[in-house]
């Protein structure tokens, strides 16, 4: 007997054009609460993991909602795990430009129909596993008493009594300072004294002692802190759309962050209902249908000028011939634009010929561009880096520029690259410190396939014809759909105002002198970059500049 078909389905994270020098179609989901959009994915992932992590609240900023604050955070380790295994498959010397949140949008919204091992891996590669499964010990801390210390550990546990469903749950929570508090369903609490095992408290309880009262507070906080972790899978999309409005939705229009989102659906299929109206409320994700079946590649040309209206013509044939076929039924974009103007520009009249070392022996001949201004910057010689931050107009988003120190090799940092080390960088720089920047004109173009870089990472049977489990997309077909593949494709320019750059630039007179007391930062060699939302630390652009020789 013959086996059914396998349908394909593409994903593009596209990367628009990126000028250094989106708005979602509902308008209420920015100021809407998980419970006004009752979102219901097929298939919903539990992380049967918890960990207590020491988190610094202050670090949150202000009116951020804690599991947009974690989506961040969980994408820019993404992003940086991300680029550690693309930098492995690569040469030294080339460039390499990416958004990773372009690829985890894309990702997160084949969440919506995944199940089953195809799912976890999605959240686990993505890191959205981590978002809202994590204990924080200083919650405990900031809702108990002075009088009563955060505890060193914090276990939960959770039996399902069978046919009663999860308002029949006894949750248990136990501290190492001894007690064990339980909570029935909502209503019923109790307390009694442990040796800091997880011990089976009964539901119900005698009168509680008076001077248990502070723990109850800890208990019924950390309780609700928690439940909201049994939602955070199929939330996640709810707080992909706050991101959202963060990054895209600022009053501040001196740069411009746009996303754009798009299903291309073959006609001839009915898409599940479930999945177009939440792709559409959390990603203005509107379904398009084309005839993939009957002529592919018409539908390939409309998706790629589709992808160039959203980059202002910057990507072009994001979709390479013999991308589609006839077996192929959805293609799911995502784009992100950004053009933004330096907050303190380069003078053009100060731009000159200068040598780029490629390697300590290949050099090149680039237009170098020079300021002397007050920057963010730091020094950290145990890492062997120095970093500058260049923040755009409006300060909300920056380029942060990672550079090898003399000597030290920038394959090395890449290897080493965490988001802890990022944050730790980012920490210890000064504040308003003098520099003498130096660095090049360049523009670079980046593009690649996603499949065997996240197939290296973990996520394997997205892109299984006999293992992807992707029910929750199309009507009937719940075993035949899987990723085919995944495209990637970037551009980035720099220059000293946004602008393309004049090839009649002046060269700057060769006896203008560099003040040396100063520090000086001279990106003549390979080096790093991150584009950032500056209050979430949200890495929406990444990349490698290794020859930006024109």
């Keep these: 007997m013959a086996s059914a078909p396998s349908y394909r389905m593409t994903v593009l994270a596209v990367l628009p054009f990126v000028l250094l020098c989106g708005a979602l179609a509902h308008d209420d989901i920015c100021s809407a609460k998980p419970k006004d959009l009752p979102l219901q994915p097929m298939c919903i992932y539990r992380n049967p993991e918890k960990k207590m992590v020491d988190d610094d609240p202050e670090k949150i900023p202000g009116a951020t909602n804690r599991r947009v604050w974690e989506l961040s955070k969980a994408n820019s380790r993404f992003a940086l795990s991300f680029y550690r295994t693309l930098a492995e498959g690569k040469s030294g010397t080339g460039n390499i430009f990416m958004s990773p949140l372009s690829i985890s949008t894309a990702f997160a919204m084949t969440k919506l129909g995944a199940c089953e091992d195809t799912l976890e891996q999605i959240m686990q590669v993505g890191g959205m596993a981590d978002v809202g499964s994590a204990l924080h010990s200083w919650a405990v801390a900031q809702r108990a008493p002075l009088h009563c210390a955060p505890p060193q550990s914090l276990f939960v546990h959770h039996p399902q009594t069978p046919g009663q469903g999860d308002n029949g749950r006894t949750w248990h929570f136990c501290l190492s300072l001894g007690w064990c508090c339980a909570l029935q369903g909502l209503g019923q609490l109790g307390v009694c004294v442990g040796d800091g095992h997880l011990m089976a408290c009964e539901a119900d309880f005698p009168a509680l002692p008076k001077f248990s009262a502070h723990l109850i507070i800890m208990s019924i906080w950390v309780f609700q802190?928690?439940?909201?972790?049994?939602?955070?899978?199929?939330?996640?999309?709810?707080?992909?759309?706050?991101?959202?409005?963060?990054?895209?939705?600022?009053?501040?229009?001196?740069?411009?962050?746009?996303?754009?989102?798009?299903?291309?659906?073959?006609?001839?299929?009915?898409?599940?209902?479930?999945?177009?109206?939440?792709?559409?409320?959390?990603?203005?994700?509107?379904?398009?249908?084309?005839?993939?079946?009957?002529?592919?590649?018409?539908?390939?040309?409309?998706?790629?000028?589709?992808?160039?209206?959203?980059?202002?013509?910057?990507?072009?044939?994001?979709?390479?011939?013999?991308?589609?076929?006839?077996?192929?039924?959805?293609?799911?974009?995502?784009?992100?634009?950004?053009?933004?103007?330096?907050?303190?520009?380069?003078?053009?009249?100060?731009?000159?010929?200068?040598?780029?070392?490629?390697?300590?022996?290949?050099?090149?001949?680039?237009?170098?561009?020079?300021?002397?201004?007050?920057?963010?910057?730091?020094?950290?010689?145990?890492?062997?880096?120095?970093?500058?931050?260049?923040?755009?107009?409006?300060?909300?988003?920056?380029?942060?520029?990672?550079?090898?120190?003399?000597?030290?090799?920038?394959?090395?940092?890449?290897?080493?690259?965490?988001?802890?080390?990022?944050?730790?960088?980012l920490g210890g720089m000064k504040v308003d410190k003098t520099v003498t920047v130096q660095i090049p004109r360049f523009r670079i173009e980046?593009?690649?396939?996603?499949?065997?870089?996240?197939?290296?990472?973990?996520?394997?049977?997205?892109?299984?014809?006999?293992?992807?489990?992707?029910?929750?997309?199309?009507?009937?077909?719940?075993?035949?759909?899987?990723?085919?593949?995944?495209?990637?494709?970037?551009?980035?320019?720099?220059?000293?105002?946004?602008?393309?750059?004049?090839?009649?630039?002046?060269?700057?007179?060769?006896?203008?002198?560099?003040?040396?007391?100063?520090?000086?930062?001279?990106?003549?060699?390979?080096?790093?970059?991150?584009?950032?939302?500056?209050?979430?630390?949200?890495?929406?652009?990444?990349?490698?500049?290794?020859?930006?020789?024109?």
């Design 225 to 425: 802190f928690d439940s909201i972790k049994e939602k955070t899978s199929d939330q996640i999309h709810f707080f992909f759309a706050k991101l959202n409005c963060r990054l895209y939705r600022k009053a501040n229009k001196s740069s411009e962050l746009i996303s754009a989102n798009r299903l291309f659906g073959d006609k001839s299929l009915t898409f599940n209902e479930t999945y177009q109206n939440i792709s559409e409320a959390m990603y203005d994700a509107k379904l398009l249908p084309l005839n993939f079946k009957q002529n592919f590649e018409a539908a390939r040309i409309t998706i790629n000028e589709w992808v160039a209206n959203k980059t202002e013509k910057r990507i072009q044939d994001v979709l390479p011939v013999g991308a589609l076929d006839s077996n192929t039924i959805l293609v799911l974009v995502n784009t992100i634009y950004f053009k933004g103007q330096w907050k303190s520009k380069f003078d053009k009249s100060h731009v000159y010929s200068s040598e780029f070392f490629r390697t300590p022996e290949d050099a090149c001949t680039v237009s170098m561009m020079y300021q002397e201004t007050k920057f963010r910057y730091g020094k950290f010689p145990a890492d062997g880096i120095k970093v500058l931050e260049l923040p755009y107009k409006g300060d909300d988003i920056s380029m942060v520029l990672i550079l090898p120190s003399e000597g030290h090799n920038l394959s090395a940092v890449e290897h080493d690259l965490t988001l802890e080390k990022i944050l730790h960088w």
């Design 446 to 550: 980046d593009s690649f396939s996603l499949k065997a870089k996240l197939q290296k990472m973990g996520l394997t049977d997205l892109f299984d014809p006999m293992r992807a489990r992707l029910p929750g997309i199309v009507e009937g077909l719940q075993d035949e759909i899987f990723i085919s593949d995944a495209y990637h494709k970037a551009f980035l320019e720099v220059n000293e105002e946004g602008s393309e750059a004049a090839a009649s630039t002046a060269i700057v007179a060769t006896g203008r002198s560099i003040n040396w007391n100063r520090e000086v930062f001279t990106a003549n060699r390979p080096f790093l970059l991150l584009i950032r939302e500056v209050s979430l630390n949200t890495i929406i652009f990444m990349g490698r500049v290794a020859d930006p020789c024109p």
